[in-house]
C-alpha cells in the first residue's frame, strides 16, 4: 500500500509485493486523505509482540455506505477490509468462508484491530475492481456459519498507512519479514500462482497452502492468533501472588491476599505449590521451598537454582568453579541425578497419596451413590405400592358396588319367580276352568243334537206320537223354534 497518506493515488500503479508492506509516515501526515469526511480511522497492530509489532491506521470508509451500484463510494480501490472475525476462526476456516472469491484474491493480510482482543481483520486486495465490489456485496452482512451470530462486516478501504514498528530485544526464530517462498511448499509467493496470506505475526504463505493448516497458530513460530487469558485466581480472581498447585494445577492467590492456595491445600492436601512470578516451588508441610530446578528466562531451559558464579559477569579464574570443568560437570551431572530421583520419589510418593485420597473420593461417591439409589428406589416403591393401594382400593369399592347389585338381582329372581309360580297355577286353575267348561258345553251339545235328531225325526213322522224304545224325550223351545224355522223355509 502506499507509504505516505499523499501516496494513495499512486498505489494503484506500485507492484504488488510492495501493496501491504509496512512503512513509516509522520505523525502529522495522519490525516483523512480524501477530506471528505466519509471515512473513518483504525488503529491496528500485527506481529509477535514477543519480538516485533508494528502498528498503524487504516482509513475506511464508513459502515453508512451503501454497496448498491449507484451508491458506491468514489475513488474506492480493489482494497477492503473485514472487521471484527472472530478469534476461533482459524485461517483456514476464513479461507474456505470467502472460497468463492479466492482465485481474485491477490494478498490478504491479518491485523489486531485496537480494543478488540478477542477479534481480528483482515486487509484484503483483488485483482480487481469487479471482484471487490462483488466481494463486498456478497459477503457484507452475512453469518460467518449458520451456527454463529457474528456476521461478516465488508468495508472499503481508502488508505493503509504504518506508524512504525518495534523490535524487542530477543530475536526471533524465525524471520519477521516477508519471505521470498513460502514455508510449506517452499515455492515463490507469487501472485500470479495464487493468493499470498500473512498471518498475524507477519509470516506469509500461499492461501492453497494455508487452508490445509488447522490449527490456529502459525505454522513457522507457532505463534496463535488467541490471545492468551491473563492469569487469575480461581475464587477471588486476583492477579497478584498467585500460586498453582503442581498435583492438579488449580490457582489461587497467596497468603499475603486471600489465602485460597493455602485453603486448597488444607482441603485436598495438595503440599506442592510454584508461584508463578519466581518459578519457585514451596511445600505447605515442611513450611519452605524445595526446588532445585527452575526455568531459565533467555532460554527456557532447567538450570539449577543458583548454579552460576557470583563473578561470571566479571570474567571467573580466582574461584573453584574454573579448576576443572570435568569435575564440575561431573558433579553438576550427579546433583541433576540426584535431583531426578528425588523429585521421581517425590512424585511417586504424591501419586500413591493421590491415589488413596481419590480412591477414598470414589469411595465415598460409591457410597452416596448408592445411598441416593436406595433412596430413590424406596421412594418408587413406596410410589408404585401407593397407586397399587389406590388401585385396590379402588377394585374394592367396584366389588362391593358389584356385590350390592347382585345382592339386589338375586332378590328380583325370587321375587320374579314367584310371581312365576303364581302366573303359571293361575294359569293351570284357568285352564282346568276351561276344561270342564269345555267338558259341559260339549255334554250340552251332544243333548242338544240328540234333541234336534228327535225333532227332526218327528218332524219327518208327524203320526208317530211315540218312541219305540223309550219315552219321548222334552224338547227344547229352542229346539222347537229351530224346527219351525226349518219347516217355514222348506215350504
Known amino acids: 500500500m502506499s507509504e505516505t497518506s499523499t501516496s494513495a493515488s499512486a498505489a494503484a500503479g506500485a507492484s504488488s509485493e510492495d501493496a501491504l508492506r509496512p512503512s513509516t509516515v509522520?505523525?502529522?501526515?495522519?490525516?483523512?486523505?480524501?477530506?471528505?469526511?466519509?471515512?473513518?480511522?483504525?488503529?491496528?497492530?500485527?506481529?509477535?509482540?514477543?519480538?516485533?509489532?508494528?502498528?498503524?491506521?487504516?482509513?475506511?470508509?464508513?459502515?453508512?455506505?451503501?454497496?448498491?451500484?449507484?451508491?458506491?463510494?468514489?475513488?474506492?480501490?480493489?482494497?477492503?477490509?473485514?472487521?471484527?472475525?472472530?478469534?476461533?476462526?482459524?485461517?483456514a476456516d476464513f479461507c474456505q468462508f470467502c472460497g468463492s472469491f479466492i482465485q481474485h484474491i491477490l494478498e490478504m493480510r491479518t491485523v489486531r484491530s485496537d480494543g478488540m482482543e478477542d477479534r481480528y481483520s483482515i486487509l484484503m486486495r483483488f485483482d480487481s475492481q469487479s471482484s471487490t465490489d462483488n466481494f463486498c456485496k456478497h459477503f457484507n452482512g452475512r453469518r460467518f456459519s449458520s451456527l454463529e451470530v457474528e456476521v461478516c462486516r465488508v468495508l472499503f478501504t481508502l488508505d493503509v498507512q504504518y506508524t512504525g514498528s518495534i523490535e524487542h530485544a530477543q530475536s526471533s526464530p524465525a524471520s519477521s519479514t516477508e519471505q521470498p517462498s513460502c514455508p510449506v511448499c517452499l515455492e515463490r509467493l507469487?501472485?500470479?500462482?495464487?493468493?499470498?496470506?500473512?498471518?498475524?505475526?507477519?509470516?506469509?504463505?500461499?492461501?492453497?497452502?494455508?487452508?490445509?493448516?488447522?490449527?490456529?497458530?502459525?505454522?513457522?513460530c507457532r505463534y496463535c492468533q488467541q490471545q492468551p487469558v491473563k492469569t487469575t485466581c480461581s475464587v477471588c480472581e486476583t492477579s497478584e501472588n498467585l500460586w498453582i498447585c503442581v498435583i492438579c494445577g488449580f490457582v489461587g492467590c497467596g497468603r499475603y491476599k486471600e489465602g485460597h492456595a493455602i485453603r486448597h491445600w488444607k482441603e485436598t492436601q495438595h503440599c506442592y505449590s510454584l508461584e508463578l512470578e519466581t518459578q519457585r516451588v514451596w511445600d505447605y508441610v515442611g513450611d519452605n521451598y524445595v526446588h532445585r530446578l527452575i526455568q531459565s528466562k533467555t532460554d527456557g531451559k532447567l538450570v539449577e537454582l543458583n548454579s552460576q558464579c557470583a563473578y561470571a559477569d566479571g570474567g571467573c579464574g580466582s574461584c573453584e568453579c574454573s579448576a576443572d570443568s570435568g569435575i564440575s560437570e561431573a558433579l553438576f551431572n550427579s546433583k541433576v541425578e540426584a535431583i531426578v530421583n528425588e523429585y521421581n520419589d517425590l512424585l511417586t510418593r504424591q501419586l500413591e497419596n493421590q491415589r488413596k485420597y481419590f480412591e477414598s473420593l470414589l469411595l465415598e461417591l460409591e457410597e452416596e451413590t448408592e445411598k441416593e439409589i436406595s433412596e430413590a428406589v424406596e421412594k418408587a416403591v413406596n410410589l408404585k405400592l401407593q397407586k397399587m393401594q389406590a388401585k385396590l382400593d379402588k377394585c374394592v369399592e367396584e366389588k362391593r358396588f358389584f356385590d350390592d347389585i347382585n345382592d339386589n338381582l338375586v332378590k328380583n329372581q325370587k321375587i320374579w319367580e314367584a310371581?312365576?309360580?303364581?302366573?303359571?297355577?293361575?294359569?293351570?286353575?284357568?285352564?282346568?276352568?276351561?276344561?270342564?267348561?269345555?267338558?259341559?258345553?260339549?255334554?250340552?251339545?251332544?243333548?242338544?243334537?240328540?234333541?234336534?235328531?228327535?225333532?227332526?225325526?218327528?218332524?219327518?213322522?208327524?203320526?208317530t206320537t211315540e218312541v219305540k224304545d223309550g219315552p219321548e224325550l222334552p224338547i227344547p223351545s229352542s229346539a222347537k223354534r229351530a224346527s219351525k224355522n226349518n219347516n217355514k223355509r222348506r215350504s
Not at 509522520?26 to 514477543?50: I, M, V
Not at 497452502?209 to 505454522?219: A, E, F, N, V, Y
Request: glycine share 6%; proline share 5%.
Open 26 to 91: 509522520k505523525s502529522d501526515e495522519l490525516s483523512d486523505p480524501s477530506g471528505s469526511g466519509l471515512t473513518q480511522a483504525l488503529h491496528f497492530s500485527s506481529g509477535n509482540p514477543r519480538f516485533e509489532q508494528t502498528r498503524g491506521i487504516m482509513h475506511l470508509y464508513r459502515e453508512d455506505v451503501s454497496f448498491s451500484s449507484s451508491e458506491l463510494p468514489v475513488g474506492r480501490k480493489p482494497l477492503v477490509c473485514v472487521l471484527a472475525v472472530p478469534n476461533h476462526m482459524t485461517y
Open 419 to 463: 310371581k312365576i309360580l303364581e302366573i303359571e297355577e293361575r294359569e293351570k286353575k284357568t285352564l282346568m276352568l276351561k276344561d270342564k267348561k269345555i267338558q259341559d258345553l260339549e255334554e250340552q251339545l251332544g243333548g242338544l243334537m240328540v234333541q234336534l235328531e228327535a225333532a227332526q225325526t218327528e218332524l219327518q213322522h208327524p203320526t
Open 190 to 220: 507469487d501472485q500470479d500462482m495464487g493468493g499470498i496470506l500473512t498471518t498475524i505475526c507477519n509470516h506469509s504463505f500461499h492461501c492453497s497452502c494455508i487452508s490445509k493448516w488447522t490449527d490456529s497458530s502459525c505454522p513457522v
